[in-house]
């Protein structure tokens, strides 16, 4: 008579029973780069930036290094019109979306619907632009936005001021300055080191932007209106260079 072998509570036939005993067990199978249905994954495409090739005389003249900075253009009364060329001279510009809003119009084929951008670009170091633009789709409407606010970019002439502090590093604005946007009127006066930027959420941003880092701010008129205040405040830091 054949006897049936007996085994033991807790054991059973080689592979089979808890993990680590028979078979080793694979968690989340497949070779690395592979999904679980085995299907290979593809690598992340990062993309890539564009190679600015100049299509005007003065881009010309900075892509081959006869001209190495803004001042000189702006001497040399020049007028900038590729983002290329800022882009060049200024490689730390950073780009920030100030505000997004929606233009309905009725038309005779019915309500027709554009979003319009508003772009500021500047190093926080003496250099500030704001831009414009509209489109039927918003990240068209950005990227026009952020082409114009470079094309924008001016100097601004940084300083102290303030008769509290009297200090040589720059800090604040050089004197006390006032621009006009629309209806809405900006003051920016010096401020002693160390005490910050009085004022709004997103005007503190673009003096930020700017490079201000303490100063006294009034503001009069509509000033949630960000087309005519981005306006106001790149109409006062102008002043900055003009009457510097």
């Known amino acids: 008579?054949?006897?049936?072998?007996?085994?033991?509570?807790?054991?059973?036939?080689?592979?089979?029973?808890?993990?680590?005993?028979?078979?080793?067990?694979?968690?989340?199978?497949?070779?690395?780069?592979?999904?679980?249905?085995g299907q290979t994954r593809r690598p992340r495409r990062e993309p890539?930036?564009?190679?600015?090739?100049?299509?005007?005389?003065?881009?010309?003249?900075?892509?081959?290094?006869e001209i190495s900075s803004i001042e000189e253009i702006i001497e040399a009364g020049l007028r900038i019109q590729e983002?290329?060329?800022?882009?060049?001279?200024l490689p730390d510009l950073k780009s920030e979306v100030v505000d997004v809003g929606i233009i309905q119009k009725m038309t005779s084929n019915g309500q027709s619907t554009r979003f319009k951008a508003i772009v500021a670009a500047g190093?926080?170091?003496?250099?500030?632009?704001?831009?414009?633009?509209?489109?039927?789709?918003?990240?068209?409407?950005?990227?026009?936005?952020?082409?114009?606010?470079?094309?924008?970019?001016?100097?601004?002439?940084?300083?102290c001021?303030?008769?509290?502090?009297?200090?040589?590093?720059?800090?604040?604005?050089?004197?006390?300055?006032?621009?006009?946007?629309?209806?809405?009127?900006?003051e920016i006066i010096p401020a002693p080191r160390g005490l910050g930027l009085v004022a709004g959420g997103k005007i503190k941003r673009l003096l930020e932007l700017a490079g201000l880092k303490d100063a006294w701010t009034t503001a009069k008129g509509s000033t949630?209106?960000?087309?005519?205040?981005?306006?106001?405040?790149?109409?006062?830091?102008r002043q900055t260079f003009s009457q510097g």
């Open 1 to 37: 008579m054949s006897q049936a072998t007996q085994t033991k509570p807790g054991q059973g036939r080689p592979g089979q029973g808890r993990p680590g005993q028979g078979r080793p067990v694979q968690y989340g199978g497949g070779r690395p780069g592979q999904s679980k249905s």
């Open 48 to 65: 890539e930036e564009e190679v600015w090739i100049p299509k005007t005389i003065l881009g010309q003249k900075v892509a081959s290094g």
């Open 83 to 89: 983002a290329g060329i800022i882009k060049k001279l």
């Open 123 to 159: 190093n926080e170091n003496g250099y500030l632009g704001i831009g414009q633009g509209k489109s039927k789709q918003m990240r068209i409407a950005i990227e026009k936005a952020t082409s114009q606010a470079f094309l924008n970019v001016s100097p601004i002439k940084l300083g």
């Open 161 to 186: 001021g303030s008769w509290e502090c009297r200090c040589d590093q720059k800090h604040s604005v050089p004197f006390k300055i006032r621009g006009k946007g629309g209806s809405v009127t900006i």
């Open 224 to 237: 949630p209106t960000m087309n005519s205040t981005s306006k106001a405040i790149l109409d006062c830091l």
